[in-house]
């Protein structure tokens, strides 16, 4: 991915539990919400993940808060509290790929 690329819209579609994000290349990403809280990458769920442990997560978990991080992530709260991790670009066009 060049490094130019950046969102231009995201948008959360509760019926879906779904976060979209468009592009300015013209792509459009599309995450589930649960897919996205077990992608988290703060120390707690690396630690998880790196003992290949699951991430807690309810399939029925909501996004309540999508927080700017300068000009390079998003912050995103979930209903079940937690609100640690920071999705950079770069990882979340990755990130499609691998949920």
Not at 46 to 59: E, F, G, T, V, Y
Not at 75 to 81: E, L, M, R
Request: hydrophobic share 35%; glycine share 6%; with cysteine.
């Amino acid at each position: 991915m060049p490094n130019n690329v950046t969102p231009v819209e995201i948008r959360q579609n509760p019926a879906s539990a779904t976060l979209e994000i468009s592009w300015n290349d013209g792509y459009v990403s599309r995450y589930g919400n649960a897919a996205l809280r077990r992608a988290c990458r703060c120390t707690t769920c690396r630690q998880l993940s790196d003992k290949h442990a699951p991430i807690p997560c309810p399939d029925d978990i909501s996004i309540v808060s999508i927080d700017a991080v300068g000009a390079y992530a998003i912050q995103i709260g979930f209903s079940d509290g937690h609100d640690r991790g920071i999705f950079p670009w770069e990882y979340l066009r990755k990130l499609e790929n691998e949920t």
